[in-house]
């Protein structure tokens, strides 16, 4: 069996390449794809539609363009995995959980105990919640067995 596994969440540590290497070891059949995890061109990915005098149009914009690739790919996946860190507050995680919510998308959590409240009704939708990388790649592999 073949998946294709959208990587939602933080871009601040290396948990995607984690995953990655965990399932290349591991012979899974899988295709990762993720946001643009460039911080300034994913602020910048609307900045070519003409220049904002205020923050929040040039937010606006770039949201927009973005919303084009994490739409198409969420949508397209089979499963997504959403990460939450503890260096910021990922409300467009929680978004992305939000719309695999909605579109009836099956989704992993990762995230670590100390968040366990914030993220309740975000983990109940969840079809798993990972504290580790090794663990979603574990389930992974149960997913994809033969």
């Known amino acids: ?20 290497r965990g399932a290349e070891a591991r012979g899974l059949d899988i295709i990762f794809t993720a946001p643009v995890t460039d911080h300034d ?3 910048a990915a609307g900045d070519h539609l003409g220049p904002q005098s205020e ?3 040039r937010d606006h914009k770039s949201s927009k363009v ?7 790919l969420i949508e397209r996946s089979d499963l997504v995995v959403v990460r939450f860190g503890d260096k910021y507050k990922q ?12 579109l009836d998308k099956p989704y992993i959590t990762l995230h670590d105990e100390d968040i366990i409240h914030p993220l309740k009704e975000v983990d109940a939708a969840a079809l798993a919640w990972a504290t580790t990388t090794e663990q979603v790649v574990e389930t992974l592999a149960y997913v994809l067995r033969d």
Request: with cysteine; hydrophobic share 40%.
């Open 91 to 102: 409300w467009n995680a929680a978004f992305d959980a939000g719309y695999c919510a909605a």
């Open 1 to 20: 069996m073949s998946f294709e596994v959208y990587l939602s969440g933080e871009i601040h540590t290396e948990w995607r390449e984690e995953i990655k």
């Open 41 to 43: 061109a994913s602020d």
């Open 66 to 72: 973005n919303a084009i690739r994490t739409r198409t």
């Open 55 to 57: 923050g929040f149009w």
